[in-house]
């Protein structure tokens, strides 16, 4: 067989080689000898000599795995740690940008804000204007009237106990800083006449006379009077009767709107003076 003779020419060379090597001298490499190279007989047959071939090519086929894979591992761990800083650094640079964002919100935040709270005092100074408070009065002290003087609303009224005519007694008045009552209202007159004692024909002068122009009845300030409280039938001018008085008797029926007389200035009465009070104001006023 062809192999057969192939294999005896491969033994043939082989001892052939040994015999070579065994009969050259020993061959030094610097100062140590080089040992004969002994080949080993390759054995018979090639059953086993397949066997270990396959099984060192499978052996070297896990080694060069193991080797890509150990390469590959170690080309692979410096490109994700790149890849990991890479990403970490976009993420501290979207950090930084979205803090920007925020800052930048806020001031514009602040802003609106100022601008808004501008425009709504705008808007309540508009809608609401400032109103000017008043300056608060002081309270008035209460008007205190002087001795025997009686008050009614802002006046004192001083009841005579002497009598005079009706000129002199106008000038009593006056001294005292007054002038005979002029008497306006229902409550005025009602008031003044609860004042007076009744009596057999008690009469008090007041300020009201028509001596100027007869039946023109005026007040001593010179208005002209309106209306009256007069008894019925008065003012008659009996006997040149140009001034007014007030007449309160025993008698119940007789009332206050209806007690004014007219008689001769020149008579004598007691009479009814009046003073206009400011606020606080008292004044001894002598009788």
């Known amino acids: 067989m062809a192999t057969t003779g192939n294999s005896l020419?491969?033994?043939?060379?082989y001892s052939q080689l040994?015999?070579?090597e065994e009969s050259r001298p020993d061959?030094?490499?610097g100062a140590h000898p080089v040992p004969p190279v002994r080949m080993i007989p390759r054995p018979s047959g090639s059953g086993p000599y397949r066997l270990a071939t396959i099984c060192l090519a499978t052996l070297?086929?896990?080694l060069l795995i193991a080797v890509i894979a150990i390469t590959s591992?170690?080309?692979?761990?410096p490109q994700g740690g790149g890849e990991a800083t890479s990403e970490k650094q976009k993420q501290d640079t979207n950090v930084t940008a979205l803090i920007a964002t925020i800052n930048k919100l806020q001031q514009e935040k602040n802003q609106l804000q100022k601008e808004k709270d501008e425009l709504l005092a705008k808007l309540a100074a508009t809608k609401a204007p400032e109103v000017i408070k008043p300056t608060p009065k002081a309270t008035p002290a209460p008007i205190v009237c002087p001795v025997d003087w009686h008050l009614f609303n802002n006046s004192c009224y001083f009841i005579s106990r002497t009598t005079r005519d009706w000129p002199e007694s106008q000038s009593y008045c006056e001294s005292q800083g007054g002038y005979l009552a002029i008497i306006h209202t229902a409550e005025?007159?009602?008031?003044?006449w609860n004042l007076l004692p009744r009596g057999h024909w008690n009469a008090f002068w007041?300020?009201?006379?028509d001596e100027h122009t007869e039946d023109h009845w005026k007040w001593v300030d010179g208005t002209p009077l309106v209306g009256g409280f007069w008894e019925v039938g008065e003012p008659n001018n009996h006997i040149d009767e140009d001034c007014g008085y007030i007449v309160k008797t025993r008698v119940l029926d007789r009332v206050a709107i209806r007690s004014w007389y007219d008689a001769p200035c020149s008579m004598y009465c007691r009479f009814i003076c009046?003073?206009?009070m400011g606020a606080g104001a008292s004044t001894a006023i002598p009788h």
């Open 206 to 209: 007041f300020g009201i006379t």
């Open 73 to 77: 591992n170690n080309k692979t761990k």
């Open 18 to 20: 040994i015999d070579d």
């Open 27 to 29: 061959v030094r490499l």
């Open 274 to 276: 009046e003073k206009e």
């Open 60 to 62: 070297c086929a896990v």
């Open 9 to 13: 020419a491969s033994d043939g060379m």
């Open 188 to 192: 005025e007159q009602t008031f003044l």
